[in-house]
């Protein structure tokens, strides 16, 4: 059954599959929990979204996860747990599996479709319900993403010239991903430029800076952080007051009785 004719598909993988191309840190086991926080933030924020938002939620994912179920303890944790078809990625590399996903979406009949992953922290119900209401006026919705790929793409339907020639995995996604866009439709909206997080300087940076992240969860990356033991010294954490940060107690063991 279609809501509303609006489908937001989450393109991602079991964490096992992703740590082997993104080097979040250097013990993969950590690597592991910290996808997974992510992943679980991406699913507290479609959550969220139900409430001002209809719409069909498809998981295109790897078979490992499919056999394994293993989506099924982030979507019953939320308050309403979230409804969800799951299909499995077709293809041989990343652009025939991210246009096979697409392409099987609209030919349910969906008219309106936004496609994210699990690795843009800093996204939000809003920005997913604005790129929505983009589409109402424009036939191609970017959310550039800061290291020159992107984190969101909305389309009302299927273009397939859009992934034509594209370098994956640098920086020029998004510019090739643009100008194949111009080719295609000159109804174009460009919504806020966010940070996704492939690598450990990535994952540094987006701590520093990040605004609209909550507070638990970014308290969570920085504890899997600390454990994971490869901070720099010269590291800033928020919310540690700069005296201690200055003395790196937050480094040391807590004094005898509060352990």
């Known amino acids: 059954m279609l809501t509303d004719n609006k489908a937001i ?27 997974q ?5 991406t699913f507290e924020v479609l959550a969220d979204l139900r409430n001002s938002l209809e719409y069909d939620l498809i998981i295109a994912t790897d078979k490992r996860s499919i056999e394994s179920s293993y989506f099924e303890k982030f979507t019953s944790r939320p308050a309403q747990p979230i409804q969800f078809q799951l299909v499995e990625q077709k293809g041989c590399n990343f652009d025939e599996r991210i246009k096979n996903s697409l392409q099987k979406t609209f030919e349910k009949g969906y008219s309106k ?8 922290p800093d996204l939000t119900p809003a920005i997913i319900t604005k790129a929505f209401q983009s589409l109402e006026k424009e036939d191609i919705v970017i959310g550039p993403a800061d290291d020159g790929g992107f984190y969101l793409l909305g389309l009302n339907r299927y273009h397939p010239d859009l992934f034509l020639n594209i370098q994956w995995c640098t920086n020029k996604v998004f510019p090739q991903v643009y ?11 460009l919504i806020s430029s966010l940070a996704d997080v492939d690598s450990k300087k990535q994952l540094m940076e987006w701590i520093n800076r990040s605004q609209s992240a909550t507070k638990r969860f970014l308290l969570y990356i920085i504890h899997l952080v600390l454990i994971s033991n490869y901070l720099p010294a010269s590291f800033y954490i928020p919310f540690v007051r700069k005296n201690h940060h200055r003395k790196r107690l937050w480094q ?8």
């Open 252 to 259: 040391k063991s807590p004094p005898v009785g509060l352990a």
């Open 179 to 189: 100008e194949n866009a111009l080719s295609v439709s000159h109804k174009i909206a």
């Open 37 to 41: 926080a992510f992943l679980s933030n």
């Open 9 to 35: 598909i989450l393109f991602t993988n079991h964490p096992q599959v992703e740590i082997s191309r993104k080097r979040i840190t250097e013990n993969r086991s950590q690597a592991k929990n910290v996808l």
């Open 113 to 120: 479709i936004v496609i994210i992953g699990n690795d843009c």
